[in-house]
């Protein structure tokens, strides 16, 4: 007996069962199934006001998940890949900006865990951590006290990738 095919909202259900997933990330994932736009519309502004998608929760869930092993650049430039909103990324930035000195000292740590040796080890450990999104004056005052550090001044907070 052959399976009837999942209704959008079903998928929908199935997909936020899942994981948390932005609108425009459903949207996406679910446009290839909807008979028209106007549809796919209609159902995820349903899914929002019955609280099965939440701007706020993605937010919070993208942000558990990653955070932990990447800078502030990095977590927001992802955010702002699944179609967030500026003003909803806000009060992000300031938390992860207030903990990204921490989040890279451990991130360092378990990948390097000394001090670099000299200036091509110092560059080494500055790019792989710069690649993960961590700010420049954050990366310098981790590496500080080799005196291969070059010394240059920071913005107090820049969240552009």
């Known amino acids: 007996m052959a399976r009837q095919p999942l209704s959008l909202k079903a998928r929908a259900v199935g997909l936020l069962s899942r994981r948390e997933h932005s609108r425009a990330e459903l949207q996406r994932k679910l446009a290839p199934h909807a008979e028209d736009p ?3 519309e209609t159902l995820l502004n349903e899914l929002e006001q019955g609280g099965w998608l939440s701007q706020q929760r993605f937010i919070e869930s993208l942000v ?3 955070a932990p092993q990447l800078g502030t650049r990095r977590v927001l ?3 702002r890949q699944h179609g967030l909103p500026e003003d909803a990324l ?7 900006h207030r903990t990204e000195l921490e ?3 451990e991130v360092w740590a378990k990948r390097f865990g000394a001090p ?5 080890e110092y560059a080494r450990q500055y790019r ?3 690649s993960r999104g961590f700010a420049p004056g954050t990366l310098r005052q981790i590496l ?9 001044d920071d913005a107090p907070f820049d969240d552009s990738p």
Do not use: C, F, W
């Not at 005196?147 to 240059?152: D, L, V």
């Open 38 to 40: 106007a549809s796919l």
């Open 64 to 66: 558990h998940r990653r």
């Open 77 to 79: 430039h992802e955010l």
């Open 90 to 96: 806000t009060d992000v930035a300031r938390n992860l």
């Open 103 to 105: 989040r890279a000292r």
């Open 116 to 120: 670099p040796a000299d200036t091509k």
């Open 128 to 130: 792989y951590m710069a």
């Open 144 to 152: 500080a006290g080799q005196g291969t550090i070059p010394q240059e």
